[in-house]
């Protein structure tokens, strides 16, 4: 499972301390049984508007899949070979 991002992380936060809040001022309970459902039930609808937050999409060369070559090697019967590395542009000249 991957781990959750800063907006996963803020967003469910969020929710759970404002869904108890106000299901705490609305319902006026007092009793601790009222009050441990009411958690419960914010903490799990904290954590579903935590995992419905979009994940980020990955941007660059290497964000529309496999494509070309690279998804020939992946079906091929010797698809546990090494993959080829990456090579990256360089920005800057090095100089020395």
Do not use: C, F, K, N
Request: no cysteine; net charge positive.
């Amino acid at each position: 499972m991957p781990r959750p991002t800063a907006a996963q992380l803020a967003y469910g936060s969020a929710t759970v301390i404002v869904s108890t809040i106000a299901m705490l001022l609305l319902s006026q309970t007092s009793t601790g049984l009222g009050v441990a459902v009411i958690s419960a039930a914010a903490l799990a609808l904290g954590l579903l508007v935590a995992l419905t937050v979009p994940q980020p999409r990955r941007r660059g060369r290497h964000a529309a899949g496999r494509t070309g070559r690279a998804a020939a090697t992946a079906t091929a019967p010797d698809a546990h070979r090494v993959p080829e590395p990456r090579t990256v542009p360089a920005e800057h000249p090095v100089r020395l």
